[in-house]
């Protein structure tokens, strides 16, 4: 080979060049279609940004470093009403905030304000929360946090709704929803927020009770009693003065905080015009009701070294106080309006104690059933025994029936000892004579529905346990309460004639409702009240008695006297027709035992 010639390589073929050309070609196209992938895949995610971003429920803005907009949300433009053309990437704060100045958003600042302001806020450099409030009443939740390298994500939330909610559920805590007053916890409070403001002076308590809230409750259904419950408390608060505070506690309970020097006067002044008041006639859901109300007042000095940390337990105290004083004109009947007095708390606590006793007393076997005499005018003989409950208290002694059992029906206690008592009465009547009946007395609160068997399955099963032929027991209601407006208790009643048991109306005449009450129910025999009874041979009490045993005649009806002590009393009686009498004259309530003597000693003293 000559020296001037430079060895090369072969050439390629012309099939290589071409392979290795289209496997440049073949790995560019594959890095075309990445890179057309990866951007398919940016554009979605940020499709998918965008879409959160402007649905998400909070308003969001960022601003750069510059105080330009980087994005801004439709949520943002919607709660403050913005342009979207004005309010978009690029424009300044100084143009989005005079937007919303002219708007109207900023009603108390001029554009150079409340940029001025803003940029107050963003000095700090720090991330804040405040809340702002909009023209139209909606509130708004503010959070601005700083970002790295300058600028600013602020988000907006609408609160209004949930501080509604918020406030609505605090009202609620704090006030009846029936009436719409202050409950017992805001009255409280009330007391404990003015005590530092009464220092030297003080404010008094005024608590009302409606009598026999529960048994209209009962008997005439809730809507009856709600609307009497809102129109008392309409008649309460258009008494008090404006700085006064009518708080509704319990049931028919109220209470009102009079915001004047602790005086008894005033509070008596204020606590007649109350009661005038509330016990005016009312047209409720088509009723006429007579409302019947008592009131207890409790007044407190708060002296200028009072110390404030003790408003809350004397506050307390004091709402107790006002609740023992009308407690005891409750209890006492006498008068409506009652100033508590420290004996009152002594008497609480005697209450209490005997409360816990008698819930005892059936279990350790304390109960007893005594019976009193029934002799017919007739057969001049007993035909009967009235079963009635005693309590023998082992350090007590003989508790009053007048003090147990009002406490026993208020504690819901009556409902078992009145099925004992009935299956006691039913079991030692069973030993009796065929023709001697025993009669027993039934509580109103018995008549009421309970998680228990009704009334008439537990008189049914007191007869099956015992034998005792239904025909040979009496069971009496009491005519003071308007039970027979009940249908659920006529019901009962009818239940119980179906079952053979004889049915009488104990203490006629001491009510409203007397002659009504014959007409709703065929009884048996009518009870004329012992208040009758005591004045006699007097000549208005002659007259009554004369009037209801010709009533009871007339419709077929035994009539029965009770609580006769002397022989004149006696003789008035049978000279009116009375058919059954009842009393001390005739032997005192025994025990069982003392019954077959009872039955041969106790006769109707009188010839012929």
């Not at 050309?21 to 196209?29: H, K, S, T, V």
């Not at 913005?82 to 978009?88: A, G, K, L, M, Y």
């Not at 009193?372 to 001049?380: D, G, M, T």
């Not at 009488?504 to 007397?514: C, E, I, K, V």
């Given at each position: 080979?000559?020296?001037?010639r430079?060895?090369?390589?072969?050439?390629?073929?012309?099939h290589a060049l071409?392979?290795a050309?289209?496997?440049?070609?073949?790995?560019?196209?594959a890095?075309?279609?990445?890179?057309?992938?990866?951007?398919?895949?940016?554009?979605?995610?940020?499709?998918r940004?965008?879409?959160?971003?402007?649905?998400?429920?909070?308003?969001l803005?960022m601003?750069d470093?510059d105080?330009?907009?980087?994005l801004c949300?439709?949520?943002?433009?919607?709660?403050?009403g913005?342009?979207?053309?004005?309010?978009?990437s690029?424009?300044?704060l100084?143009?989005v905030?005079?937007?919303s100045?002219?708007?109207?958003?900023h009603?108390?600042?001029?554009?150079?304000?409340?940029?001025?302001?803003?940029?107050g806020?963003?000095a700090h450099?720090?991330?804040?929360?405040?809340?702002?409030?909009?023209?139209d009443g909606?509130l708004?939740?503010?959070h601005w946090?700083?970002m790295?390298g300058?600028g600013?994500?602020?988000?907006?939330?609408?609160?209004?709704?949930?501080?509604?909610?918020?406030?609505?559920a605090?009202?609620?805590?704090?006030?009846d929803?029936?009436?719409?007053?202050?409950?017992?916890m805001?009255?409280?409070e009330?007391?404990?927020v003015?005590?530092?403001?009464r220092?030297?002076s003080?404010f008094n308590?005024l608590?009302?009770e409606?009598?026999?809230f529960?048994?209209?409750s009962?008997?005439c259904?809730?809507?009856?009693?709600?609307?009497?419950l809102?129109l008392?408390?309409?008649r309460l608060?258009a008494?008090?003065?404006?700085?006064?505070?009518v708080?509704?506690l319990?049931g028919?309970?109220f209470a009102?905080?009079?915001l004047?020097s602790?005086?008894?006067?005033?509070?008596r002044?204020?606590?007649?015009?109350?009661?005038?008041?509330?016990?005016?006639p009312?047209?409720?859901?088509?009723?006429?009701?007579?409302?019947?109300?008592?009131?207890g007042?409790?007044?407190?000095?708060?002296?200028?070294?009072?110390?404030?940390?003790?408003?809350?337990?004397?506050?307390?105290?004091?709402?107790?106080?006002a609740?023992?004083a009308?407690t005891?004109?409750?209890e006492?009947?006498?008068?409506?309006?009652?100033?508590?007095?420290?004996d009152?708390?002594?008497?609480?606590?005697?209450?209490?104690?005997?409360?816990?006793?008698?819930?005892a007393?059936?279990?350790?076997?304390?109960?007893?059933?005594y019976y009193?005499?029934?002799?017919?005018?007739?057969?001049?003989s007993?035909?009967?025994?009235?079963?009635?409950?005693?309590?023998?208290?082992?350090?007590?002694?003989?508790?009053?029936?007048?003090?147990f059992?009002?406490?026993?029906e208020e504690l819901g206690?009556i409902?078992?000892?009145g099925a004992?008592?009935l299956?006691?009465?039913?079991?030692?009547?069973?030993?009796w004579p065929?023709?001697?009946?025993?009669?027993?007395n039934?509580s109103?609160?018995?008549f009421?529905?309970?998680?228990?068997p009704?009334l008439?399955?537990i008189?049914?099963d007191?007869?099956?346990?015992?034998?005792?032929?239904?025909?040979?027991?009496?069971?009496?209601?009491?005519?003071s309460?308007?039970?027979?407006?009940?249908a659920?208790?006529?019901?009962?009643?009818?239940?119980?004639r179906?079952?053979?048991?004889?049915?009488?109306?104990?203490?006629?005449?001491?009510?409203?409702?007397?002659?009504?009450?014959?007409?709703?129910?065929p009884?048996d025999?009518?009870?004329?009240?012992?208040?009758?009874?005591?004045?006699?041979p007097?000549?208005?009490?002659t007259?009554?008695v004369r009037a209801i045993?010709?009533l009871g005649a007339?419709?077929?009806i035994?009539?029965?006297?009770?609580?006769?002590?002397?022989?004149a009393?006696?003789?008035?009686?049978?000279?009116?027709?009375c058919?059954?009498?009842q009393?001390y004259l005739?032997?005192k309530?025994?025990?069982a035992c003392?019954?077959?003597?009872?039955l041969?000693?106790?006769?109707?003293p009188?010839?012929?």
């Open positions: 080979m000559a020296w001037w430079v060895p090369t390589s072969p050439p390629l073929p012309n071409l392979e050309e289209l496997q440049a070609l073949e790995g560019f196209r890095d075309m279609a990445e890179i057309e992938m990866r951007g398919q895949e940016l554009e979605e995610t940020h499709a940004l965008a879409a959160a971003l402007h649905t998400m429920p909070h308003g803005i601003l470093a105080e330009r907009v980087v949300n439709n949520r943002l433009r919607a709660l403050f913005v342009d979207p053309d004005i309010v978009r690029g424009a300044t100084a143009q905030v005079d937007h100045v002219a708007l109207g958003n009603p108390s600042a001029s554009t150079m304000q409340a940029l001025t302001a803003m940029r806020r963003m450099g720090v991330a804040c929360a405040f809340e702002q409030s909009l023209p909606r708004l939740a503010v946090e700083p790295q300058g600013w994500v602020c988000t907006y939330e609408d609160i209004t709704a949930r501080v509604a909610a918020t406030e609505r605090a009202h609620l805590a704090r006030h929803s029936t009436t719409g007053l202050p409950n017992r805001a009255l409280i009330a007391m404990q003015a005590w530092p403001s220092r030297g003080g308590l608590c009302l409606i009598e026999r529960q048994e209209l009962d008997t259904g809730l809507p009856v009693a709600d609307e009497l809102r008392t408390a309409e608060t008494c008090v003065r404006g700085g006064d505070l708080a509704h319990r028919g309970g009102v905080l009079q004047a602790a005086n008894p006067d005033l509070a002044h204020l606590a007649r015009r109350l009661l005038d008041a509330v016990q005016a009312l047209l409720v859901r088509g009723r006429m009701v007579l409302p019947s109300a008592r009131l007042i409790a007044t407190r000095d708060i002296d200028l070294l009072d110390p404030c940390g003790d408003a809350l337990e004397s506050a307390q105290e004091l709402l107790r106080n609740s023992l009308v005891r004109a409750v006492d009947g006498g008068e409506r309006i009652t100033l508590y007095a420290p009152m708390d002594r008497r609480a606590q005697a209450r209490h104690l005997l409360e816990m006793d008698l819930r007393a059936l279990s350790a076997g304390q109960l007893r059933v009193q005499p029934l002799v017919s005018v007739a057969r001049r007993v035909v009967g025994f009235e079963a009635l409950l005693r309590w023998e208290h082992p350090e007590r002694g003989f508790v009053s029936p007048g003090v059992i009002p406490l026993a206690l409902t078992d000892i004992w008592a299956r006691t009465a039913c079991a030692e009547a069973a030993r065929d023709s001697v009946k025993v009669a027993v039934l109103p609160v018995q009421k529905r309970g998680p228990g009704e008439q399955h008189v049914a007191a007869l099956g346990r015992s034998g005792l032929p239904a025909a040979r027991l009496e069971l009496e209601i009491t005519e309460l308007r039970l027979m407006e009940d659920h208790t006529l019901d009962i009643l009818h239940a119980l179906a079952l053979g048991a004889g049915i009488a109306l104990d203490d006629f005449g001491t009510g409203y409702s007397s002659l009504s009450y014959l007409r709703s129910f009884f025999k009518l009870k004329i009240d012992q208040s009758f009874v005591r004045s006699l007097e000549a208005e009490s007259a009554i045993s010709a007339s419709l077929g035994a009539t029965v006297a009770e609580g006769i002590e002397t022989p009393q006696l003789a008035a009686l049978v000279a009116e027709g058919d059954i009498m009393g005739f032997g309530p025994s025990p003392d019954i077959p003597a009872v041969v000693s106790a006769k109707l009188l010839s012929g």
